[in-house]
């Protein structure tokens, strides 16, 4: 074997090893070469590497039948801490997570300047700061920075190519970020990091495949296979927001015509409310309304959740995930606009017997994006070594 291979196996090994320790621990060494077929000597070399670098513990005896009882070892989750952030569009909204994706701390900046790149950089790197003062001493550190932008990213190059309700375009963003701070930064599309985040820590967990949809101005959607997000060949895949459901209708902000978003976001939700009542309203005014039971209110999120519906029969047709979630603004709507989809659902597909797919309202709630974007870091920092 080259010394290539044998680094390779042993960074392998050290992966496989530690997701288990994470997923399946408190265990004792024995239990860790049985579960991941390890050899004892090795995972024993393993352990030692862990303890030494303060990411796992011992913590004591556990249970044992015959002979001597076994030291127990667990994941220290707060061995090091990641930064997740979402932009917005009207603000910024950070977290600080520990490495299981917990959020430690969260800050949020309030901004109606976004548009203008260079303050909006002046911003997040307020906000950055701010996520880094806040972390604890530990023995990893911060292992990087994760960003969430409304808009379409080209992830491997770091670039927000087009983020039309920022009025973004071709801003390279990772590079801005990277230039100012030591850490690895990480920028991805809003809907991909929110999905990664009910994925890591959320209603996805126990999901083998997902998609999140993340609806409020825009809609957006993230689609998880296994462990990953699958972004497709040009970053494009989840843009279910501007699926084509009415041929001749409406002109939507991305130039076509009768886009999802244009009959299933929050804005088209917003202005059915205000199509009843003949009143402008906020989206906090309309949500305050909706909880306190708003005939106007709630008919405006059903009529909104069964477009919507619509939206989700087709994404299932393609797609047939085991879940779909519904997260951002919108899902604020809660079993109101979750009933709506699923009515939706149950009459609009033939195949409705058999699909198998269950629609959920996401469970972080608005840091699903933010926590999302920390996994980016956290996920990089885990990950099998990559054998191209
Ligand atoms: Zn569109």
Not at 124 to 151: E, F, K, N
Not at 179 to 189: F, I, K, L, Q
Not at 199 to 214: E, P, T
Not at 325 to 351: K, P, Y
């Amino acid at each position: 074997m080259r010394t290539g291979d044998q680094t390779l196996v042993k960074e392998w090994n050290q992966a496989i090893a530690l997701d288990l320790l994470r997923s399946r621990g408190p265990v004792s060494r024995a239990e860790l070469a049985q579960l991941s077929g390890i050899n004892k000597a090795t995972v024993s070399n393993i352990v030692e590497e862990w303890l030494a670098l303060g990411l796992a513990e011992e913590i004591g005896p556990g249970p044992s039948s015959v002979g001597r009882p076994p030291m127990l070892i667990r994941f220290n989750p707060r061995a090091g801490f990641a930064v997740g952030i979402e932009i917005e569009v009207d603000g910024l909204r950070g977290v600080l997570t520990d490495l299981d994706g917990q959020p430690v701390y969260r800050e949020q900046v309030a901004a109606a300047d976004l548009a203008d790149v260079a303050r909006a950089v002046a911003r997040l790197h307020d906000l950055i700061a701010a996520l880094l003062r806040a972390a604890p001493q530990a023995p990893l550190g911060v292992l990087g920075i994760g960003i969430g932008v409304p808009g379409l990213v080209n992830f491997d190059a770091g670039v927000v190519q087009n983020a039309p309700n920022l009025h973004w375009r071709d801003v390279p963003l990772r590079d801005i970020v990277t230039g100012a701070w030591p850490y690895a930064v990480y920028v991805d599309n809003e809907a991909n990091a929110g999905a990664l985040g009910e994925k890591w820590l959320g209603a996805g967990m126990d999901a083998d495949s997902l998609v999140y949809i993340s609806a409020s101005t825009g809609i957006g959607a993230g689609i998880v296979l296994g462990r990953d997000l699958v972004r497709g060949a040009g970053g494009l895949a989840g843009e279910f927001g501007h699926m084509v459901i009415d041929v001749n209708g409406e002109a939507c902000s991305c130039g076509g015509r009768g886009c999802l978003e244009v009959y299933a976001s929050l804005t088209s939700c917003l202005r059915r409310y205000q199509a009843r009542r003949g009143e402008r309203v906020d989206a906090d005014t309309y949500f305050a309304r909706l909880a306190a039971g708003d005939a106007d209110a709630v008919a405006a999120m059903r009529e909104t959740g069964e477009y919507l519906g619509i939206g989700i029969t087709n994404i299932v047709h393609g797609l047939n995930p085991e879940r779909v979630i519904l997260g951002n603004r919108l899902a604020d709507g809660g079993d109101v606009l979750l009933a709506a989809v699923e009515r939706v659902l149950m009459t609009r597909s033939f195949a409705q017997p058999y699909f198998r797919t269950t629609v959920s309202l996401g469970r972080l709630g608005r840091d699903a994006c933010a926590i999302g974007a920390a996994s980016l870091a956290l996920q990089a920092y885990f990950a099998l070594p990559r054998t191209e």
